[in-house]
């Protein structure tokens, strides 16, 4: 095209010098020679090719994939070079989107997008990556270990080698292995882990850099876990008990031993039988607070033997079973914890179960908040009034039997949202359906903030 182009210009000059006396003609000859320079220009680039946008990225980025574009005629496929920053990998140099390795935390690196038109004219665009200095955080090496509360279990994490960066562990998910982190923010530190729990809880080692924008900073993590055997020492089977009368055919109770871990390492308790009236029933033989049912009249001595890497022993608990009288019904309270939305609520209606044996009667008492009335204290349904918003109240229902001194109770809990919900129902009109009408809308209004439901 070059050629061509410099002969056109040697016909226009030889034109040109041969009409040099006809002013018109030469204007026309003028204006021809813009027009085709124009026309030249404008189709002198027909492809372009773009590199992306420049980023920023963190050190600990193994990995890195540039991502460009080209559009128009291209002669060739589009390459990928290195222009700037220390030598890097780019895996496949004739792929638009590839990936880049080798790059260091704390440099830039300029990379450049170059191709070929049709038409002979070379084009190019760079992108400029930075990358951000960043500790790679290294947690250590997971810990076994018996209970202690003494901060006797060391964890060492690696310290931060670069400015500005801070390091702090974390319990991640459940403390199954019940750990206190003595100092959260020191590379090294001390734990305490509690006689009480056992399992495995995992921590976190986490590094962060300092702000590189608004809200934005590296920063890299590394887990190890910790298990726990538990244990609690000295073992003991917990305090004796004398279980009442207050059943028909036989007693149940739960045994309290020490905490004795829950199998992890081979560290648990086990219940055993000793002597009684007729052998019981141990629920769960493995729990230190196992219920034991099929208690009759007598007594009974039950061992708990504890065994493993932490804590060994054993120690017995009696039960003294009194004869049986009769049986009082567990007391309920069916329509549970009652929270109001609406200031205007000054009343409610509290509604245990009823009594299922002769003699036995029920007690409806308030045990705590402002004073309010109950109605009727001594039936199983009964209306409270007196109630005042932004308060909290607190009743006990009862059930007795006078005869064998035998009684059960549960509580209910009344209380205000500050949601303060409001439902208007159709204007507070009625709603009156024709005959023949299988769905009728309902429709209402609330304010304030909560949740509301048909009942």
């Not at 813009?34 to 404008?42: E, K």
């Not at 009727?376 to 209306?383: I, L, M, Q, V």
Request: proline fraction near 4%; hydrophobic fraction near 30%.
């Amino acid at each position: 095209m070059v050629k061509y182009y410099s002969s056109f210009l040697s016909l226009i000059s030889v034109s040109y010098k041969t009409y040099s006396k006809h002013f018109k003609l030469q204007g026309k000859l003028c204006v021809l020679l813009v027009l085709f320079l124009c026309v030249f220009t404008a189709n002198a680039q027909d492809c372009s090719v773009n590199a992306g946008i420049d980023e920023t990225i963190c050190g600990d980025i193994t990995s890195f994939e540039l991502s460009g574009s080209t559009a128009g005629n291209l002669n060739s496929n589009a390459v990928w070079s290195q222009v700037s920053g220390s030598a890097v990998t780019i895996e496949d140099p004739n792929n638009l989107e590839t990936a880049i390795t080798g790059m260091i935390g704390g440099n830039t690196y300029t990379f450049r997008l170059s191709a070929m038109c049709r038409d002979g004219v070379s084009v190019f665009q760079d992108v400029t990556i930075t990358v951000e200095p960043i500790t790679i955080a290294n947690a250590g090496t997971d810990i076994t270990s018996c209970p202690d509360s003494s901060g006797g279990v060391l964890i060492t994490g690696n310290t931060p080698s670069n400015a500005g960066e801070t390091g702090v562990w974390s319990i991640i998910g459940n403390n199954g292995a019940g750990v206190t982190i003595n100092n959260a923010t020191a590379p090294s530190t001390t734990l305490d882990l509690s006689q009480g729990s056992a399992g495995t809880t995992t921590l976190r080692w986490t590094i962060s850099g300092p702000e590189y924008a608004p809200g934005l900073r590296c920063e890299t993590y590394d887990e190890i876990t910790i298990t726990n055997y538990g244990g609690v020492e000295p073992v003991d089977a917990g305090p004796d008990q004398i279980l009442n009368s207050c059943y028909t055919v036989s007693q149940s109770t739960n045994l309290n031993g020490s905490f004795a871990g829950n199998g992890t390492g081979g560290q648990q308790g086990t219940w055993t039988f000793v002597t009684g009236t007729r052998e019981p029933t141990i629920v769960n033989p493995n729990d230190n607070n196992t219920q034991v049912t099929g208690l009759f009249e007598g007594t009974y001595v039950f061992r708990w033997t504890v065994s493993g890497p932490c804590v060994n022993g054993s120690d017995t608990v009696t039960i003294t079973v009194d004869g049986a009288s009769q049986d009082v019904t567990q007391a309920t309270v069916q329509n549970g914890n009652q929270v109001f939305c609406n200031s205007s609520v000054t009343q409610t209606t509290l509604v245990g179960n009823e009594p299922d044996y002769a003699g036995e009667t029920v007690l409806w008492t308030q045990t705590s908040g402002p004073p309010a009335t109950i109605s009727n204290p001594n039936s199983s349904t009964t209306a409270v009034t007196g109630l005042s918003y932004n308060n909290t109240y607190q009743f006990n229902y009862t059930i007795i039997n006078e005869e064998t001194g035998c009684s059960t109770s549960s509580n209910v809990r009344v209380s205000y949202s500050d949601n303060n919900l409001a439902i208007e129902v159709n204007n507070g009109m009625d709603i009156i359906g024709e005959c023949g009408m299988e769905t009728i809308s309902i429709p209402f209004a609330t304010t304030g903030n909560g949740v509301n439901e048909y009942c």
